[in-house]
Nanobody
Framework: QVQLVESGGGLVQAGDSLRLSCVFS????????MGWFRQAPGKEREFVAA???????YYTDSVKGRFTISRDNAKNTVYLQMNSLKPEDAAVYYC?????????????????WGQGTQVTVSS
């Protein structure tokens, strides 16, 4: 069974940076696509970034140029580097794993989810 554990969230000021990490266990990490989603209070969970098993990367428009997704297959970890944070980036951030390895932008394509890590951005 795949398990995902996120870390790295916290309270920061607008303009600051954070790096989220998600440690994968239970299967062969390198064959999975990985995604980051976020959910703010009262809103739907939305796509943020994804990376395929072949290292193709996808971003939602609002984070392009500010966020970077990466993976370290030796450490079974996917990262989300978040720079120039804005108050509207505040949310619970979830890591997800896609068994097909595509790194899809659609939430329904993911098979496993972490518990989330809170990101708070003060203005």
């Amino acid at each position: 069974q795949v398990q995902l554990v996120e870390s790295g969230g916290g309270l920061v000021q607008a303009g600051d940076s954070l790096r989220l990490s998600c440690v994968f266990s239970g299967r062969t990490f390198s064959s999975y696509g990985m995604g980051w989603f976020r959910q703010a209070p009262g809103k739907e969970r939305e796509f943020v970034a994804a990376i395929s098993r072949s290292n193709s990367k996808y971003y939602t428009d609002s984070v392009k140029g500010r966020f970077t997704i990466s993976r370290d297959n030796a450490k079974n970890t996917v990262y989300l580097q978040m720079n120039s944070l804005k108050p509207e980036d505040a949310a619970v951030y979830y890591c997800a794993a896609d068994v097909l390895g595509l790194g899809d932008i659609q939430r329904s394509r993911y098979n496993y989810w972490g518990q989330g890590t809170q990101v708070t951005v003060s203005s």
